[in-house]
């Protein structure tokens, strides 16, 4: 098979600022199994950024075994965590494995890289208001990985919390199709963590799993199976 090569960067997400740090991400693609350089261009923005964390997910086509295609995900994240070692030590690869996501191969054949560094200015909160809502964050099936598409959700959440101030962040764990109380309460987790490190003070964040006792719709399609594998979070004075 050819060497693979980068194909693209797409800046998915820019800027976005909330609390006391700054979310951006970018996708890494490839044209088959092997090994990637990323363009020093690219990487020399990475030396400007004073970064907290980022994360990898990473994903394949569809094309060969589940299994392959999972460990062929793990060697793409960690080719590409090594090559950013050098700006932060806290990378974490999530090898997804296949993705359908996009209708032609090359295009779900490829890393995202989200990345979270600290903002120079950070924002005071106004006094408090008090208030309950309810954000919905999806995960993968099975898994306590959150959709790529969720961290939108996630951002725009945390925009909030930077203009008020809540006594307690409640974070509620939920599955689909089949009791899993544990991943119920790992999906819970994985959102405390990205609130954690985005400067949210890990103290008033209290985590709760509630496996599949509380679906939002009946699930009789994906789509209503994706809503019920969720994170509510509730925002309390």
């Known amino acids: 098979m050819k060497k693979t090569l980068l194909i693209a960067i797409v800046f998915i997400l820019s800027n976005y600022v909330f609390s006391q740090s700054i ?7 490839f044209d088959s199994d092997q090994s990637i350089i990323i363009d020093k261009e690219v990487l020399s923005d990475f030396e400007s950024r004073d970064i907290i964390s ?3 997910y990473a994903f394949t086509d569809s094309v060969g075994s589940k299994n392959y295609n999972k460990a062929l995900a793990e060697r793409r994240g960690q080719v590409v965590r090594k090559q950013l070692s050098a700006y932060t030590s806290r990378i974490d690869v999530i090898a997804v ?3 359908t996501k996009y209708p032609d191969l090359a295009s ?19 006094p408090v208001i008090e208030e309950v809502i309810t954000l919905n964050v999806e995960f993968l099936p099975e898994q306590a990985v ?6 939108a959700e996630i951002i725009n ?3 909030r919390l930077k203009m008020k101030t809540y006594s307690s962040i409640e974070l509620h764990g939920h599955v689909c199709c089949a009791p899993g109380q544990k991943l119920s309460e790992q999906r819970a987790q994985a959102v405390a963590k990205e609130l954690e490190l985005s400067g949210v003070d890990p103290r008033i964040i209290k985590t709760f799993g509630y496996s599949n006792r509380k679906p939002l719709v009946p699930e009789t399609s994906e789509s209503n199976k994706r809503k019920n594998r969720r994170v509510e979070v509730l925002l309390i004075k």
Do not use: C, M, W
């Not at 979310?23 to 693609?29: M, N, P, Y």
């Open 23 to 29: 979310v951006d991400s970018l996708s890494v693609h």
């Open 54 to 56: 980022i994360r990898l």
């Open 97 to 99: 494995g296949e993705s």
């Open 108 to 126: 779900n054949r490829r890393v995202s890289i989200v990345v979270i560094e600290a903002e120079e200015t950070p924002i005071q909160p106004e």
């Open 146 to 151: 959150i959709r790529d598409e969720s961290y």
């Open 157 to 159: 959440f945390l925009k």
